[in-house]
């Protein structure tokens, strides 16, 4: 089932996007293909290059099942696979940007996105401006005529602001500049961004795809305008990744349906109940009423996952730290979407324009799949040390 059977549920769609078995002798999964040469049958075929696999790095069985299965969620005409959810996001730059060109990029953008932007991009001539999380149409002031791309990323790092991405899509593309989006937070099961007018959607595998914090991957989905350039750009970067990774992220999918489910329901559960605990100033999470950006998360999308912030009420770091070192069950750890809880300090101090003010020091919770009664036990520990000092 790939590229059709939209009109399905998404987990029949998550179980068998993809392969087909009847390719490979009935089984239900794809052969992890180890490939760098493929043979062809004879010179004319070899000169022509006219054969569906022509070497390891322009794909293999195994990328092409995880390529369609991301298509058939995102509505996209073509994925890359590439080695990392930071490759995700500066392979479709360096494809699409060049000397000369004006990049927008949200400022409460993923910090390692931000450092390629500020460091490479600009060592090759691109210029680099960062715009406000809430720009909305407002993003058609601060298109220029050498605008290439603006680049969202929507619920924010850390500060989980929402962006009006429909308002953004609009004005960028009356103006002909391309728009990405990073969605590893909604997944394509809660936001399509090439419904709202996204050309370009990255996802950072190694989360919710995956799922189990033992793979790092990413994918690159395209609209039919945007598709043969990125693929063309990922064949000259040569930054195909390693079969078994592949395969690992696309046994995820399988899954990430219902897992995305009880992350979803314990997430928001420990978010609200958190909203009423002494020590806690404010609880960052966009499916929550009280959160200013709630009706444009509901307006555009159909699910929250397991991440969000909570700032404490007054301190700075000491407290910060008390809260973080008195938990025993959340790991302190960076990424996210796993089955396991995580907690990490924010640092906002690369922000130059969505950074507050907040009323204490900011922390981000990763729920896990644990039981919600034992990680607000945990969370309280952490409350009350940080509230003790
Ligand atoms: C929003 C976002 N995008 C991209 C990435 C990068 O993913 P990876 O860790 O696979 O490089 C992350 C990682 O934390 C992320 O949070």
Request: proline share 6%; aromatic share 8%.
């Amino acid at each position: 089932m790939a590229k059709d059977g939209s009109e399905m549920g998404i987990n029949t769609r998550l179980a068998h996007s993809g392969n087909n078995p009847r390719d490979y002798f009935g089984f239900v999964n794809p052969p992890v293909v180890h490939a760098s040469t493929v043979l062809y049958p004879d010179a004319a075929s070899m000169a022509a290059r006219s054969q569906k696999y022509t070497y390891g790095t322009r794909g293999t069985p195994t990328t092409d099942a995880l390529a369609l299965a991301v298509d058939a969620l995102e509505g996209s005409a073509g994925t890359i696979v590439v080695p990392s959810g930071l490759a995700a996001v500066t392979i479709p730059l360096l494809t699409f940007v060049s000397a000369g060109d004006h990049l927008l990029l949200v400022d409460s953008v993923y910090h390692p996105t931000r450092n390629f932007a500020d460091t490479m991009l600009k060592r090759l001539g691109v210029e680099v401006e960062y715009y406000d999380p809430h720009v909305g149409a407002g993003i058609a002031a601060l298109i220029k005529p050498n605008t290439k791309v603006v680049f969202t990323e929507s619920p924010a790092s850390n500060t989980f602001e929402v962006q009006d991405i429909p308002a953004i899509a609009k004005a960028a593309r009356a103006a002909g500049a391309i728009v990405m989006m990073d969605n590893t937070w909604a997944t394509p099961l809660y936001f399509k961004p090439l419904d709202h007018g996204v050309d370009i959607s990255i996802h950072a595998a190694t989360k919710y795809p995956a799922g189990h914090s033992d793979v790092v991957l990413g994918t690159v989905s395209a609209n039919e305008a945007c598709w043969k350039q990125l693929y063309e750009g990922f064949c000259t970067l040569g930054c195909c990744s390693g079969p078994d990774d592949v395969y690992q992220v696309l046994r995820g999918l399988r899954t990430m349906g219902v897992r995305l489910e009880h992350h979803q329901k314990s997430a928001l559960a420990i978010a609200a109940w958190l909203e009423g605990q002494p020590g806690v100033a404010r609880v960052l999470h966009p499916a929550l009423p009280s959160h200013p950006d709630y009706a444009l998360w509901k307006r555009d999308f159909c699910g929250s996952s397991g991440i969000f912030s909570v700032v404490l009420e007054g301190g700075g770091q000491r407290q910060q730290h008390a809260f973080l070192d008195a938990l025993k069950i959340f790991g302190l750890g960076y990424s996210w979407g796993g089955y396991e809880s995580l907690a990490v300090p924010v640092f906002l101090g690369d922000r130059k324009i969505a950074k507050g003010p907040y009323d204490g020091p900011l922390i981000r919770l990763q729920i896990g799949l644990e039981d919600v009664e034992d990680l607000k036990a945990d969370i309280m520990r952490g409350l009350e040390a940080a509230t003790a000092i």
